[in-house]
């Protein structure tokens, strides 16, 4: 009997980690639950313990694990360990117990854990896009020395990696690539006259055409800054320069990106919107294994369309590209403005259109340094939030 391999989740809670948890219980044969965290969804977390049985739980703070813990001991579950805090996080997604880390904690609050689980030669199901975005360089040397393996679970890099010839050794140029295309829907706010942005209303940003996602990451594809982040995370993943990496608008969010071949040859990756599929193919690869999600019907689409980016509707694109050619901590800089921005926005203390000001202004105030290790990443990402947030107040 084959040993099932053991996941730690990190995010179980968000729409990634309930996906994944959806498709693991379509196949309890082939997949255990060693580790599950939430940061304060504890009622959530709670009933996701009485399903799925984990070993250990992550909270993120002392009060969460108190209530967790009293939810277990109702639960007659208190033999499962409760642990709180960021050093938590790192211990499960390293652990010995664990084979498998989706990493799918929103921002940069999970790159420590993502790095974690890299350095211990983890297979990695990368969800969080902010760990390449911040310490690319950092995060592909260490799954480079460790062995550790790792898997894109964004659709769109899942996508690529799916399209890609095998053995793709992290030289476009010796595999015939000409562009690595990168699609997004255009969000809610495509055929939107541009003069009326300013007064969108959170409400408005979060609710995706086609996707079902969290606040934070529905407000970046409403401004597009999710697909600047894609960006450079496709530039670190797949080693392509930010002029071999372009955006396509195409709203139907079928087919989930493409690589362009020298030959003239285009292989795309097509699929329902739905993240069970990546998340299956990331869990089950090399193989395939059923994710839940009904097969595209070639015969119900009304069309494929497709469309150039407009830099005009949606400038945080734009400063995505500039920070990836900036280069050092720039993509740093641009991430923790952009959250701190995103939040603003969600709380209602700023409007749409100022989120990219609050990015780019920050991005002219804050010199880009050389980003060495994980502390001058994570210093330079506090001030960067410092400085985004004394502009909002002020």
């Given at each position: 009997?084959?040993?099932?391999?053991?996941?730690?989740?990190?995010?179980?809670?968000?729409?990634?980690?309930?996906?994944?948890?959806?498709?693991?219980?379509?196949?309890?044969?082939?997949?255990?639950?060693?580790?599950?965290?939430?940061?304060?969804?504890?009622?959530?977390?709670?009933?996701?313990?009485?399903?799925?049985?984990?070993?250990?739980?992550?909270?993120?703070?002392?009060?969460?694990a108190?209530?967790?813990?009293?939810?277990?001991?109702?639960?007659?579950?208190?033999?499962?360990?409760?642990?709180?805090?960021?050093?938590?996080?790192?211990?499960?997604?390293?652990?010995?117990?664990?084979?498998?880390?989706m990493?799918?904690?929103?921002?940069?609050?999970?790159?420590?854990?993502?790095?974690?689980?890299?350095?211990?030669?983890?297979?990695?199901?990368?969800?969080?896009?902010?760990?390449?975005?911040?310490?690319?360089?950092?995060?592909?040397?260490?799954?480079?020395e460790?062995?550790?393996?790792i898997?894109?679970?964004?659709?769109?890099?899942?996508?690529?990696?799916?399209?890609?010839?095998?053995?793709?050794?992290?030289?476009?140029?010796?595999?015939?690539?000409?562009?690595?295309?990168?699609?997004?829907?255009?969000?809610?706010?495509l055929h939107?006259?541009?003069?009326?942005?300013?007064?969108v209303?959170?409400?408005?940003?979060?609710?995706?055409?086609?996707?079902?996602?969290?606040?934070?990451?529905?407000?970046?594809?409403?401004?597009?800054?999710?697909?600047?982040?894609?960006?450079?995370?496709?530039?670190?993943?797949?080693?392509?320069?930010?002029?071999?990496?372009?955006?396509?608008?195409?709203?139907?969010?079928?087919?989930?990106?493409?690589?362009?071949?020298?030959?003239?040859?285009?292989?795309?990756?097509?699929?329902?919107?739905?993240?069970?599929?990546?998340?299956?193919?990331?869990?089950?690869?090399?193989?395939?294994?059923?994710?839940?999600?009904?097969?595209?019907?070639?015969?119900?689409?009304?069309?494929?369309?497709?469309?150039?980016?407009?830099?005009?509707?949606?400038?945080?694109?734009?400063?995505?590209?500039?920070?990836?050619?900036?280069?050092?901590?720039?993509?740093?800089?641009?991430?923790?403005?952009?959250?701190?921005?995103?939040?603003?926005?969600?709380?209602?203390?700023?409007?749409?259109?100022?989120?990219?000001q609050?990015?780019?202004?920050?991005?002219?105030?804050?010199?880009?340094?050389?980003?060495?290790?994980?502390?001058?990443?994570?210093?330079?990402?506090?001030?960067?939030?410092?400085?985004?947030?004394?502009?909002?107040?002020?």
């Amino acid at each position: 009997m084959q040993k099932k391999q053991q996941l730690c989740i990190l995010g179980a809670t968000g729409s990634i980690g309930v996906s994944t948890l959806d498709v693991v219980a379509r196949h309890p044969d082939r997949y255990g639950v060693f580790a599950l965290t939430a940061h304060s969804q504890v009622k959530k977390l709670a009933e996701q313990c009485a399903l799925f049985l984990p070993k250990v739980a992550v909270v993120g703070t002392a009060k969460a694990a108190n209530e967790l813990a009293a939810l277990l001991k109702e639960m007659q579950l208190s033999h499962i360990d409760i642990l709180f805090g960021p050093e938590a996080l790192c211990q499960v997604a390293s652990a010995n117990e664990c084979d498998s880390v989706m990493a799918a904690i929103v921002g940069a609050a999970g790159l420590p854990a993502s790095l974690a689980a890299a350095r211990a030669g983890k297979k990695v199901l990368l969800a969080n896009k902010e760990a390449l975005v911040m310490s690319g360089q950092i995060f592909i040397d260490t799954i480079r020395e460790s062995g550790a393996a790792i898997l894109p679970i964004d659709s769109e890099h899942n996508a690529i990696f799916q399209c890609l010839p095998d053995h793709y050794n992290r030289v476009p140029g010796q595999h015939g690539i000409h562009k690595i295309l990168l699609t997004a829907s255009g969000g809610p706010f495509l055929h939107r006259d541009v003069a009326t942005l300013d007064d969108v209303t959170p409400e408005q940003a979060i609710a995706h055409p086609n996707w079902v996602m969290g606040r934070k990451i529905s407000v970046d594809s409403a401004t597009m800054m999710n697909k600047g982040l894609e960006v450079i995370e496709a530039h670190w993943l797949f080693a392509a320069p930010a002029d071999q990496i372009e955006v396509l608008i195409h709203p139907q969010s079928v087919v989930h990106s493409m690589v362009s071949y020298v030959d003239g040859s285009v292989m795309a990756q097509m699929g329902n919107p739905d993240m069970r599929t990546p998340i299956a193919y990331g869990l089950a690869y090399p193989e395939r294994m059923d994710s839940g999600v009904a097969p595209l019907d070639f015969l119900k689409l009304k069309g494929l369309h497709f469309e150039a980016p407009d830099f005009q509707r949606f400038p945080c694109l734009k400063l995505a590209y500039d920070a990836l050619r900036a280069g050092k901590s720039a993509a740093t800089i641009l991430n923790a403005s952009n959250e701190v921005a995103v939040q603003a926005f969600l709380d209602k203390r700023i409007g749409f259109r100022m989120i990219n000001q609050i990015i780019q202004r920050t991005l002219e105030k804050m010199p880009a340094v050389h980003t060495l290790d994980l502390e001058t990443i994570l210093a330079c990402d506090v001030e960067a939030r410092s400085i985004a947030e004394a502009m909002i107040s002020s």
